[in-house]
């Protein structure tokens, strides 16, 4: 492939933002490549300023679930725009789009938009410590949960101890409160509950992991989590930033059929605009300010471009009865090409990664035993056949209702080529 422009245009990138980029994953450094400067997108491909055309299963890390360029979501982002771009008051369409989560997430009997992933969790955890007056939060290690503070963190001199900041600019007093525990090891949550208990204001956790690759819950695992957090009083968050509208239409939640107190959604709720949403029982959200004593604001919460393109693209979902099957049967069409090539592969529904280790992925530690210089071979190879994947080991495959039965076919043809 010829990409001298996106090396032009990185260089120049480079000179502004740290590392050229906006956003960590996408300088490309865990595959050992510079990135791609992506002029435009349709459908299920994305093509680079060299003009190169790619099958894109990065789909923007989630939020083209209906591909590229949906015609009804940009026009619906056209028409609010011509209604002006931002009001900073209320309008009519936050009731919209509230009533069409609602309507698949009854959960979230009340929520609030916000404006990134990030955004939805620290609100979140805010709201639960309010709400019980808690200040301790388990999380699982692997999981990510966006970048606020006190969630930046790794295992400091063992589990049963608050964590220690993974992130220099985190002072230690901001991660002490934050417990970690094992994903799918019941125990090393039961440990934490033995010693803290009542101190705990909330689990917040992926529901099928996405963010050390993917890694499904076990069988029973969310059951526990739900059952052990009613016992102490402890709020359950279920963080579906990548789930929500993802694994079902009403998220890992309908999907493994176990109800948090609270979820977090970000990507596809927005329909590829900035937008997140944080929400559940009304008597935990009726502590967020104005009616009660958590704060947490926003400029462009809300906002009506944004909102537009999220009440399209869960529209389109509403109606698209046939889409989850067939994103799961896509799905189903490439994992069994890798995993007749020899390849290690979780999937859950359109979500998938491929891991280079012989251990079963069931957790951090077995995902880390995967071997990352592989990945970077595979990727590389995937990419000069035309085939655009996550630039690392630890993050998904992403395949969208654009995604045509000729270009998974494709997709499987240069996977049977590869050799391990
Ligand atoms: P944002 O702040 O990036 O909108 O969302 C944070 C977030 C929260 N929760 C989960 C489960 C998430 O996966 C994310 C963000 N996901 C990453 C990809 N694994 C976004 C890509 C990036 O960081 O550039």
């Known amino acids: 492939m010829n990409t001298k422009k996106s090396e032009e245009l990185y260089q120049r990138a480079s000179g502004f933002m740290p590392g050229g980029v906006n956003s960590p994953v996408r300088a490309c450094k865990n595959v050992g490549k510079t990135p791609l400067f992506i002029e435009r997108a349709e459908g299920d491909k994305i093509i680079d300023a060299d003009g190169n055309e790619y099958i894109d299963y990065v789909c923007s890390w989630g939020p083209n679930i209906l591909g590229h360029g949906k015609k009804e979501i940009i026009q619906a982002v056209k028409n609010s725009c011509d209604n002006g771009l931002t009001f900073g008051a209320c309008h009519r ?42 200040d301790k939060i388990v999380k699982f290690e692997g999981c990510y949960h966006g970048h606020s503070d006190g969630l930046l963190v790794r295992a400091g001199s063992g589990l049963l101890t608050g964590a220690i900041p993974d992130s220099a600019g985190v002072p230690k007093g901001y991660t002490e409160n934050t417990l970690l525990a094992v994903y799918n090891n019941e125990q090393s949550v039961e440990d934490l509950f033995e010693k803290y208990g009542n101190e705990i204001a909330a689990v917040i956790v992926e529901p099928c992991a996405a963010n050390m690759g993917v890694v499904p819950p076990k069988k029973g695992f969310l059951e526990f989590l739900r059952k052990i957090t009613e016992q102490h009083g402890t709020i359950l968050i279920f963080d579906e930033v990548i789930t929500g509208f993802r694994l079902s239409l009403g998220g890992a939640q309908k999907y493994y059929g176990v109800t948090p107190d609270m979820t977090t959604l970000g990507k596809i709720v927005g329909g590829g605009m900035p937008l997140a949403v944080y929400g559940g029982k009304r008597e935990i959200m009726e502590c967020v300010a104005p009616l009660g004593s958590v704060y947490q604001a926003g400029t462009l919460s809300g906002n009506p471009a944004a909102v537009s393109a999220g009440i399209a693209a869960l529209g389109i979902l509403e109606s698209a009865t046939e889409l989850y099957e067939q994103l799961d049967e896509k799905g189903a069409k490439l994992e069994k090409t890798l995993a007749e090539s020899g390849f290690n592969v979780n999937r859950v529904g359109s979500l998938l990664t491929v891991f280079f280790t012989e251990r079963s992925v069931t957790d951090y530690d077995t995902a880390k035993t995967s071997d990352t210089n592989k990945y970077a071979k595979f990727y590389s190879y995937l990419l000069e056949n035309g085939v655009y994947t996550a630039p690392s080991q630890f993050e998904a495959m992403f395949i969208s209702s654009a995604h045509s039965d000729e270009d998974i076919e494709y997709t499987c043809q240069v996977i049977k080529q590869y050799r391990i």
Not at 101 to 123: C, D, Y
Request: charged share 20%.
């Open 93 to 134: 369409g936050e009731i919209a789009l509230a009533e069409i989560i609602q309507r698949n997430i009854p959960s979230m009997e009340m929520l609030r938009l916000v404006n990134s992933g990030t955004e939805a969790v620290m609100s979140a955890v805010r709201a639960a410590r309010g709400y019980t007056g808690r």
